[in-house]
């Protein structure tokens, strides 16, 4: 008698994997907002520092920030930013944590660090 061998994955087999791929795309999705927000502190940073020349007195340069950032809906306040001067140019950074809920008691936590230099 010759017998063939099946090959493939059992009902359980794809049921494990099924799990396993469902777990990481819903933590997937949950980290969405957190990085689309960073992206958008990217930007607005960008635009602060290309709105002011190295002779901008830190308090309009925060309140600009800050405008941009109550658009945006950001995490983070223009009280926070870190402001200095690269080569005769401005350079604005910040750094914040994001703490993202997956599960239960279990979370994730982002550590994002931003910056930009302008163009004047």
Known sequence: ???KHQRGLSLIGF???A?????VMFTAFRCVPAWTEYFALKKVL???ANEFGVDAQPPAIRA???RRAVIDDLPVRGKELEIRKDNGRIGL???YQRQV???GNMS??????ASATGNR
């Open 15 to 17: 049921i494990f994997i």
């Open 108 to 113: 994730l936590l982002f550590d994002f660090d």
């Open 19 to 23: 799990a396993i791929v469902a777990f």
């Open 101 to 103: 809920p997956v599960v």
């Open 64 to 66: 600009s920030f800050d």
């Open 93 to 95: 950074s910040i750094a």
């Open 46 to 48: 960008q635009q602060v």
């Open 1 to 3: 008698m010759n017998f």
